[in-house]
């Protein structure tokens, strides 16, 4: 092959070209690599050697075992808490960071107008004002272990406000700063209120249930969603179960929710359902039980179970030992197992003697009502024949990137009304639709508890009640 002067001096030019440039590619993936390194790598926990924690008062072993699971010692119980609040912000803190702006309705703070619509059903249910009511109202000593676990969170997050997490470092490059607030008692509460919705299901068949008598009347509803059976005992008797044992028809409605309506609500549940972590397929549930000691090769029975909780990155579980050196009555813990990072304690585990786990049957928590509001003032709603004005109460949504949003949280004697933060309801329909549950504001921490009885639209087939 002949090659001329031209062709040859290009060739030189690039031998002498091509290894300074792959040198210089070379150099730049090393140091970016060694940047990204030391970035992400700046969040990681100290697992090792001596740590101080202000607020103790006496010495804290937090000892990790092969898989890294923390267990932690201690001489009381505050001592003990403060300590797991120090190590789950250390291993999880952009998670609570995330778990903790789900229950105030303000994700659109750091996630600018994409959160917006989660943020106003958030606001609307009111998990943080139920978890407000409720912190006011503590039991003294929980109302300790919840300060000192605080404590504990802040100890670590106030001092290292610029080594938080990678996560953060990423809001930064679309012009979110982030500037961590002090953990308070009521950001633990608040995330109880997210998995007590997460849990309560039910409300999804209501609605579901809502939508086909709208759209295809008693027949299709009882054909896609068979009524409980008549010849089935019924657990909880009440008036609504006839004299002669037979369950009344507690399904049939004074009136029913239009069909849109009903599946737009579902779709907004089912989206605020996705940030929380729910598992979405129909009839998968959890489950435990028990084997007895006879059947063991121990001797001793064995509790299995599995809360099928949706699969998460990280896990919506974290693994913890929260041990008294020595376990008396002033300081009684002495349990292993797995808790939310963002909450103190041991959700399902084991002491010395006996484990627990937790199960979800599915109870009938939440009801919606169709309101009658008065012509007159759309503020007021009719209840027994005379209209009663509603509790106001304004939020602010502040959205990051964007202006203020305000809305207006309107909650009658059932609950607030959902149906002003579900798509374009206000003008769509004349059915405003409020929303009673057992963990709603004004019923802080109770159990199965109900307003008077109203014209229900979504209560479960043959559920009496």
């Not at 929980?142 to 080594?163: Q, S």
């Not at 409300?203 to 009882?222: I, S, T, V, W």
């Not at 996705?274 to 598992?279: A, D, K, P, S, T």
């Not at 809305?407 to 009304?417: A, D, E, L």
Request: charged residues 20%; aromatic residues 8%.
């Amino acid at each position: 092959m002949r090659v001329t002067y031209p062709a040859m001096k290009i060739l030189g030019i690039l031998r002498r070209v091509v290894p300074i440039v792959l040198a210089v590619l070379l150099v730049l993936l090393v140091v970016s690599g060694g940047a990204f390194v030391l970035v992400t790598r700046s969040s990681f926990p100290q697992t090792t050697g001596t740590l101080k924690l202000d607020g103790l008062t006496g010495k804290v072993d937090v000892i990790r075992d092969k898989f890294g699971v923390p267990h932690i010692y201690a001489d009381t119980p505050e001592d003990l808490f403060r300590a797991q609040g120090f190590v789950h912000a250390q291993d999880r803190y952009f998670q609570m960071e995330f778990s903790r702006r789900i229950g105030q309705g303000r994700l659109s703070e750091l996630f600018g107008a994409s959160a917006l619509n989660q943020d106003k059903f958030i606001r609307t249910i009111g998990w943080a004002r139920t978890a407000q009511e409720e912190a006011a109202n503590m039991a003294p000593e929980l109302k300790r272990y919840m300060e000192a676990y605080a404590a504990g969170v802040n100890g670590y997050i106030l001092p290292n406000a610029d080594k938080l997490g990678f996560e953060f470092k990423v809001l930064g490059l679309i012009g979110r700063t982030f500037k961590p607030e002090p953990w308070a008692p009521v950001n633990s509460l608040t995330w109880g209120k997210a998995m007590a919705y997460n849990l309560g299901g039910n409300m999804d068949a209501e609605l579901l249930r809502a939508a086909l008598l709208a759209k295809g009347g008693r027949q299709l509803a009882d054909t896609l969603m068979p009524p409980y059976p008549r010849d089935m005992p019924v657990i909880a008797p009440s008036a609504a179960s006839s004299d002669s044992g037979a369950p009344a028809e507690a399904y049939i409605f004074e009136e029913t929710l239009a069909g849109d309506l009903a599946l737009e609500m579902l779709a907004a549940k089912t989206e605020v359902m996705g940030l929380i972590g729910l598992n979405h397929e129909s009839d998968i549930g959890s489950n435990n039980w028990v084997i007895g000691g006879a059947r063991t090769t121990t001797g001793k029975p064995i509790l299995a179970n599995d809360p099928h909780l949706a699969i998460q990155m990280p896990s919506i579980w974290y693994q913890v030992g929260l041990h008294c050196r020595v376990v008396s009555a002033t300081c009684p813990f002495d349990v292993a197992g797995v808790s939310f990072a963002g909450v103190p304690g041991v959700v399902i585990g084991h002491n010395a003697r006996i484990a627990w786990g937790v199960t979800n049957v599915g109870p009938d928590t939440q009801d919606y009502y169709i309101e009658r509001p008065n012509p007159a003032n759309p503020d007021e709603f009719e209840f027994k024949g005379a209209f009663e004005k509603a509790r106001i109460v304004d939020e602010v949504i502040n959205v990051g990137g964007g202006q203020p949003v305000n809305i207006k949280v309107r909650i009658t004697r059932h609950g607030p009304i959902m149906s002003d933060v579900v798509g374009d309801l206000k003008t769509a329909y004349q059915q405003p639709v409020s929303l009673q549950w057992t963990s709603s504001p004004g019923q802080p921490g109770r159990r199965g508890l109900r307003a008077e009885q109203g014209p229900e639209l979504a209560r479960l087939p043959g559920r009496p009640a």
